[in-house]
């Protein structure tokens, strides 16, 4: 990879209407092969929903992707395809049901807090619906001291179910 093109790690989930479907368009919408070219996918997987119990399963997948673009231009990026696949962000209910949730989890090995971004993303340990779609790609990859692989054995999978690709 050049010097001006960064790796990105990036978790989408949704549990509106046909996830898998909107999944495989929030990717395809984000990965245009130029400013941001798809490396690796996870399969998909069926997952609790978490925060906010009381709503259907959702679909979480992670992508790592190289990218051209700075970290607050990928989250713009990011919010335009969630956007355009329906999601309003200023009408729904925190951790509720949504069509497509696209999350920067890791950036090279930049760490940012801004308003905006917390690279790496702050609950990224916490979360099995992201650890271990992660760690199906990059289970050697390190984010913040910690091996993707290893955090992902440590956490709770309880529920997560990997779907046989369509």
């Not at 790496?120 to 340990?125: G, K, Q």
């Amino acid at each position: 990879m050049s010097m001006d093109t960064a790796e990105a790690l990036i978790a989408l989930g949704g549990n509106v209407g046909d996830s898998r479907a909107i999944l495989d368009r929030a990717v395809a919408m984000l990965c245009d092969g130029d400013e941001v070219r798809l490396l690796a996918r996870s399969s998909d997987y069926r997952t609790p929903p978490w925060g906010d119990t009381d709503q259907p399963p959702f679909v979480n997948l992670c992508i790592a992707v190289a990218t051209t673009l700075d970290p607050h231009a990928l989250l713009d990026r990011a919010r335009a395809v969630e956007k355009s696949l329906g999601r309003d962000r200023a009408r729904e209910r925190r951790w509720g049901p949504r069509t497509a949730d696209i999350d920067i989890l890791a950036y090279d090995a930049v760490t940012l807090d801004t308003p905006e971004l917390t690279l790496p993303h702050p609950r990224l340990f916490a979360r099995a619906f992201v650890l271990v779609p992660l760690a199906e790609i990059v289970p050697d990859r390190v984010i913040a001291g910690r091996r993707v692989g290893d955090a992902a054995a440590a956490v709770d999978a309880g529920g997560i179910v990997r779907l046989p690709p369509r």
